[in-house]
């Protein structure tokens, strides 16, 4: 799960619609029917979820290797 703090309401409503999205392509699909106010937003949104999802998958690699490091040093 990420986690993003500082949003504006407007902000947390376009990531709930990003998130509820079932591919890239729908994704890409929403931030392309975005009126002009919506779509800038939603791709600084849509990069920014991005960039939390794989600082996640960094953080989960990292404790694997740990845990492998350590099982190996036993």
């Given at each position: 799960?990420?986690?993003l703090e500082g949003l504006?309401?407007?902000d947390v409503q376009i990531c709930k619609?990003?998130?509820n999205c079932d591919s890239?392509?729908?994704?890409d699909a929403m931030v392309s029917a975005m009126p002009p106010a919506y779509k800038q937003?939603?791709?600084?949104?849509?990069e920014l979820?991005?960039?939390a999802q794989l600082d996640t998958v960094e953080d989960v690699h990292e404790d694997i290797?740990?845990?492998l490091?350590?099982?190996s040093s036993r």
């Open positions: 799960m990420i986690q504006s309401a407007k619609l990003l998130w890239i392509e729908a994704v937003r939603a791709q600084v949104m849509r979820m991005t960039a290797t740990a845990l490091h350590s099982i």
